[in-house]
Nanobody, 126 residues
Framework: QVQLVESGGGLVPAGGSLRLSCTASGRPYGEYAMAWFRQAPGEDRRFVAA????????FYADSVQGRFTISRDNSDNTVILQMNNLKPDDTAVYSC???????????????????WGQGTQVTVSS
């Protein structure tokens, strides 16, 4: 069992920054991945960013490329999403996920992640 806890959401003006963190209760086994997804009211849940154990690879949605950075902190059980130059369209509930995507292409598939946090609200004002 893996339990994920997110923190760091809040209200910021456009152009501001937030730093989200996701901490797992224990280190996932094998060649796992951790990812962030977001969902705005009335919208589908969408991929934001992911980190994969194999190759220490990082992956980003086109909409956040160059603005968001996913990384590991000092603990192997924690992943960070640094969000810079935030836009109102970034407003959503951000959820952390952990799983074992079967291949590089599947790191963006929400169905590949078995464990999810409860989400943290990010609101970007105009």
């Amino acid at each position: 069992q893996v339990q994920l806890v997110e923190s760091g959401g809040g209200l910021v003006p456009a152009g501001g920054s937030l730093r989200l963190s996701c901490t797992a209760s224990g280190r996932p086994y094998g060649e796992y991945a951790m990812a962030w997804f977001r969902q705005a009211p009335g919208e589908d849940r969408r991929f934001v960013a992911a980190w994969r154990w194999r190759g220490d690879g990082t992956f980003y949605a086109d909409s956040v490329q160059g603005r968001f950075t996913i990384s590991r902190d000092n603990s192997d059980n924690t992943v960070i999403l640094q969000m810079n130059n935030l836009k109102p369209d970034d407003t959503a509930v951000y959820s952390c996920a952990a799983g074992w995507p079967a291949g590089v292409a599947r790191v963006k598939w929400s169905s590949e992640y078995m464990y999810w946090g409860q989400g943290t609200q990010v609101t970007v004002s105009s």
